[in-house]
């Protein structure tokens, strides 16, 4: 894109970007969230290589840079302490990565990214993409290695998928006992309104798990023992697939070895199996310890396109979920009994899941993506880089001058 092509809001979109660019990494804003965060600097390397590929290689080889020995990348890099942040690396206590982080990892869509990124510039990006295929095939395996419930990846950590306090896990959070957590004080409820957050109840439990692991020294087995909650969980299961075969074609095109990627598609296409549930007709989470469903449409279960599977049983509820809603497809069914239009990741749409979504159904070759992409685009459009927006009347919410939608808008919603 050329300052000739840009439009105002490629231009905003761009500043914010730019706002939250710390050098070598993006934070996705500033106050509410000021760290390198996973997920968020996959889509964002999306964004700078519209205009900067170099930038973008670098915000992927930052995130590399804090891979643990163990293969694992965190889902926070705690670059420089912000005591605005709550909790940081004293409360996580963890030592086993190169760079201050968290003790979780979070979807792997970095590897599907990191793709987007070298497909638009095949020559100049070769060489970081060979520095990076054997890092990003180490942390799959590390998620094979340690995540697999009947070949289905389970979270140990609501944060770890990424959709904090999602319905999926009320059944799972509802069987930790936070006795003993012990006083903190939240910082993020002095950034963004109380309403639009996760309640004390959830995030006693948060703590109190971030408390577990830090006392089982993230020993991954030792966490298998003993923690509570392990949900088997459609975002991870649909991420990790999706970058399996992502990686796979990857390392065909490079002629690298591609270790067990070819039977790792197989278990994944399996354990995606797994996560069906008849009753309500959807993919769904599957809390492993209890053996109970969620019993929960999220917007997670329509990432099924995103992993190369086309159900025709995901078709009804995908029509009514775009049907009831004039915005993109929310967090929860807007119809549902635990609907919240503010909070979070129990009802609001987020420009992220919508482009996730939405580029598996293109990839698909269905014409609902590009409805997403046209809708996503004109929620940006109409009420600006939100975190996230209440479904039933766009209203913006979370943090303001967000680095997703910025990304999300540059590399997909604003070419509509
Ligand atoms: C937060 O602090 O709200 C984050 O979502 C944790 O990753």
Redesign the pocket.
């Known amino acids: 894109m050329n300052d000739m092509t840009q439009s105002p809001l490629d231009r905003d979109a761009r500043a914010i970007m730019q706002a939250n660019d710390r050098g070598r990494y993006s934070i996705p804003t500033s106050g509410l969230y000021p760290y390198q965060?996973n997920w968020d600097s996959a889509v964002a390397a999306a964004g700078y290589a519209e205009f900067d590929l170099d930038r973008a290689w670098l915000e992927l080889e930052t995130l590399f840079s804090g891979q643990w020995a163990n293969g694992m990348v965190p889902?926070?890099l705690f670059h420089k302490v912000d005591p605005g942040y709550f909790p940081g690396p004293d409360v996580w206590g963890c030592e086993g990565g190169p760079i201050a982080s968290s003790g979780i990892s979070q979807p792997p869509i970095a590897p599907t990214f990191a793709r987007m990124v070298w497909e638009k510039d095949r020559a100049a990006g070769d060489a970081p993409m060979r520095r990076l295929f054997p890092k990003m095939l180490a942390w799959h395996q590390w998620f094979m290695d340690w995540r697999l419930d009947r070949g289905a990846v389970c979270v140990t950590h609501p944060?770890e998928a990424g959709r904090?306090n999602a319905p999926d896990w009320d059944g799972a959070m509802a069987a930790i006992d936070p006795t003993g957590v012990g006083d903190y004080q939240r910082r993020?409820t002095s950034h963004v309104d109380s309403d639009a957050r996760p309640t004390k109840y959830d995030y006693d439990r948060y703590i109190w798990l971030v408390q577990l692991g830090r006392r089982l020294k993230w020993d991954e087995a030792a966490l298998l023992k003993e923690n509570p909650f392990r949900v088997a969980d459609p975002t991870m299961t649909f991420a990790l697939l999706r970058s399996a075969r992502d990686l796979l074609a990857i390392g065909q095109a490079l002629d690298l070895d591609t270790g067990a990627l070819q039977d790792d598609i197989k278990t994944l296409e399996a354990g995606a199996d797994t996560l069906w549930n008849p009753e309500l007709e959807a993919y769904d989470a599957r809390d492993v310890r209890s053996g109970l469903w969620a019993g929960s449409l999220s917007n997670a279960s329509f990432m099924c396109w995103y992993a190369g599977i086309d159900n025709p049983a995901m078709q009804a509820p995908l029509e009514k979920m775009m049907r009831d809603s004039a915005y993109p497809v929310p967090s929860y069914p807007v119809d549902g009994e635990k609907f919240d239009s503010k909070r979070y990741w129990r009802g609001p749409s987020w420009a992220v899941m919508n482009m996730l979504i939405g580029v598996g159904l293109e990839d698909c070759g269905k014409p609902e993506g590009t409805l997403l992409r046209q809708k996503t685009g004109d929620l940006i459009r109409n009420f600006g880089f939100a975190e996230y927006y209440n479904p039933l009347d766009g209203t913006p919410a979370g943090g303001e001058s967000f680095t997703w939608p910025a990304a999300v808008w540059l590399s997909w919603a604003g070419r509509a």
Request: no cysteine; glycine share 0%; net charge negative.
């Open positions: 965060w889902h926070i944060w904090d993020d």
